[in-house]
């Protein structure tokens, strides 16, 4: 084959989208740290899922107008670093074929190349040694190898070749992937999109592996409409338990933990190592990591029942993930704050400091570019700023403030954590200038040092710190200082390692796992050990026992 047309490009697309779900949870499981937010492969997966979303009933054979149309749905839909990088790619390839109704060799070896140079420009900072570095030096192979009348199979063999190869090669350039023995996960994840470029190129057909359900939308409606919180999420896996577990296992079990997140309409069925699970919540992030403790995922669906809902009714205007102050529009304004964040506690602390709107979302479940959008255009005012909270969101925030550089003006504060994001909160003065309040939030962040524990889910050694799963590892910053066997031990390390002679405030938020004589210890421990102010709040999110903010 000569030539690649734009209707044989839709069903590689899909074929992509479909292999990287499918494998998702391999990709997921690379993840350096033992931390319970492995989702780069999940980020990856709803990118691209968004992307191909948007060509999958597209009549033209245009490879042009298809790659415009691909690209917009990936920027849209992008979710975490991965998932933007990602977007970026393909963006970049995307304004290589415009214009083109097909593409021959060259012209796919040289949009290759533009997905790099567009990728590595939209980081400031790249990394070697991860998905950036794969699809570069792929993309300078094969731009090289490929001639005038080559074969757009032989190309396509050839870059994922020299892709496979590269990705071999990650954990050379970035020492973290070397000591825990794995590759890039967001390289895999690329590779894993081109391998299903690679079987529709073949003639083979990826389907989309789902369990069914026989929730309709009708039903969808229904539901949404009886429900006291309203809009949430349809969330089905399937789970294979850990040898050691399935003896012990108990459906009752599970169907409590998924009732606590809240969840509704539980269905939990097990047979020998596999479980079936259905639930419908507010935060599917939470009852993934809940199942997680038990076992792997083997087949994973979320559906947003609210766009089911909005699609029946056309009723616009509601954001998902996003607290009953925002769900409707607000009055106009100057300056507008949005923070995004997970916990019921933590939402309330953010709206009472002057916050206008809370998304949903954080470590295990990172909003999409379009989530953002859809806030920022319902706050409704002229200038938004947005606290990301989080490292991994920063990224689709500032993509965020691009699609809209021609509507709002946009401004990202880059806090990487909880208490960042509280800290820039507190100093968002209403009746300040906007450059004021950018320039008091931007000195807030930088005097916060943050310290989280969390519990581990691999054994592994990281930094010379002995990883076991389950056990709690004590984050300073970004870095594994500590494990132990109780969450109260790796906190006392986490104060130890934070608080110094100048700390003058500790906040102390707990999660939803911290009962009332947890605090009444380390508030006890605090006391006798420093002499800085506490101040506890109880922020009822998952996954991270305590989250540290010393200032």
Not at 393 to 405: F, G, K
Not at 477 to 502: G, M, P, R, T
Request: proline share 3%.
């Amino acid at each position: 084959m000569k030539v690649l047309t734009g209707k044989l490009f839709k069903e590689m697309v899909l074929c992509g989208a479909n292999t990287l779900h499918n494998n998702h949870t391999e990709i997921d499981a690379l993840n350096v740290f033992p931390v319970p937010d492995g989702d780069t492969g999940t980020n990856m997966s709803l990118t691209f899922l968004a992307g191909a979303k948007e060509i999958e009933n597209l009549e033209s054979n245009n490879i042009g107008e298809i790659s415009k149309k691909l690209s917009k749905g990936l920027l849209m839909g992008a979710r975490g670093n991965s998932g933007v990088i990602l977007s970026q790619i393909f963006r970049g390839v995307a304004m290589a074929l415009q214009d083109h109704e097909d593409a021959d060799a060259i012209l796919w070896a040289q949009a290759l190349e533009s997905g790099a140079k567009v990728a590595y420009k939209a980081v400031m900072r790249p990394v070697e040694g991860t998905i950036l570095t794969v699809i570069r030096e792929a993309s300078e192979a094969v731009v090289k190898y490929a001639k005038e009348g080559m074969d757009i199979e032989d190309v396509f063999s050839y870059f994922v070749k020299e892709a496979e190869d590269s990705l071999e090669r990650t954990p050379e350039l970035l020492p973290v992937l070397k000591e825990v023995g794995v590759v890039d996960s967001g390289g895999a994840g690329l590779l894993l999109v081109f391998t299903g470029f690679m079987a529709a190129l073949a003639g083979e057909r990826i389907d989309y592996v789902e369990i069914k359900t026989s929730t309709s939308s009708m039903d969808a409606v229904a539901e949404v409409e009886a429900g006291e919180e309203g809009y949430g999420y349809c969330t089905e896996f399937i789970l294979r338990l850990e040898p050691s577990l399935i003896d012990k296992f108990k459906e009752d079990q599970l169907k409590k933990e998924l009732a606590r997140i809240p969840g509704e309409s539980i269905v939990v069925v097990q047979d020998e190592e596999i479980v079936k699970v259905h639930v419908h919540t507010l935060k599917p992030g939470n009852a993934l990591n809940i199942a997680q403790r038990f076992g792997e995922f083997v087949k994973l669906k979320i559906e947003n029942m609210q766009e089911q809902a909005d699609t029946i009714q056309n009723n616009a205007g509601t954001i998902v993930g996003v607290d009953d102050k925002a769900k409707t529009q607000l009055e106009p304004k100057e300056t507008a704050v949005i923070s995004v964040c997970a916990g019921d506690g933590l939402k309330d602390s953010f709206l009472e400091l002057h916050c206008d709107y809370v998304v949903s979302g954080g470590q295990t479940m990172n909003p999409s570019a379009e989530d953002m959008v859809q806030a920022i255009r319902d706050v409704n005012a002229k200038n938004v700023i947005i606290l990301p909270n989080n490292s991994n969101i920063v990224m689709t925030a500032q993509q965020t403030a691009t699609i809209l550089e021609d509507e709002v003006n946009v401004v990202v504060i880059p806090t990487k954590t909880i208490p960042q994001g509280l800290s820039a909160c507190i100093m968002f003065n209403p009746d300040a200038s906007l450059d004021d309040n950018i320039n008091e939030m931007n000195e807030a962040i930088g005097n916060v040092k943050t310290g989280q524990v969390t519990f581990a889910i691999k054994d592994t050694v990281i930094d010379g710190v002995e990883i076991k799963a389950n056990d709690y590892m004590a984050l300073v910053e970004k870095n594994i200082v500590a494990c132990k066997d109780n969450k109260l031990k790796a906190l006392k390390v986490v104060l130890e390692s934070l608080v110094d002679e100048d700390a003058e405030l500790i906040t102390l938020i707990y999660g939803e796992d911290v009962n009332d004589e947890d605090i009444e210890e380390i508030e006890s421990f605090v006391e006798d050990n420093f002499d800085a102010e506490l101040e506890v709040i109880n922020g009822k999110q998952p996954v991270y026992s305590f989250i540290v903010g010393v200032e």
